[in-house]
């Protein structure tokens, strides 16, 4: 058994979409159990992030894959406050040879999603943990990463409704993101 967590902040429930969809992928690999975890604006005081519940269910986790919208170029910030607690797990180097993995969502085509994910590799090589990118070629006939993403899956929605975007091809690419690392977490296991 090994042991799969997603966490992720979503303003407007469009990356809980995405989110979702990561998991069903981990969790459609036999022998992987999965979290999925919000960071939840009450998790937040003075603009720190306060579930050490979270923290130590990562702690725990043998990969950990990262979610947040693109907000002005970046993963939104209440992500960041999340990220800046982990400080504790980093100086213990608790996470270290654990998998990671990441995904974002913005309303433009590129909408600078790759700093997002650039910020999530960068977190994740301070932790010591081993990136796992998305694995997955650009046009395929089923929309899988049509977005051409290497580094996670990238995923678009603006001001639609959560349930038209992101698509049905968003979605799966992130399904594959998910099973990717499920198998790979189980292999390291
Ligand atoms: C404060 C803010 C900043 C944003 N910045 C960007 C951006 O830099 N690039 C972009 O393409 N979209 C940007 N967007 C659009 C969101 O990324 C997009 O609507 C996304 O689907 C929101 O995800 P959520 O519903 O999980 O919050 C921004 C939205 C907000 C609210």
Redesign the pocket.
Known sequence: MAIVSII???????????AEAVKKGAASISGISTNLISIKGDDILNGRYINEAVISQLDESDAIIFG???????P?AQFKAFADATVGSWFNQKWKDKLAAGF??????????Q?TLQFFQSFAMSHSMLWVSLGELPGQPDGVNRLGSWGGAM?????EP?DV??NAEDKLTGEKLGARVAGLALKMK
């Open positions: 992720y902040f979503s303003g407007a429930g469009h990356t809980e979409k995405l947040a919208p693109t907000y002005m170029s970046g939104a974002t969502i913005s309303g433009a085509p590129s909408g600078d999603k700093g995923a678009l929605a603006s001001q959560t975007a992101p």
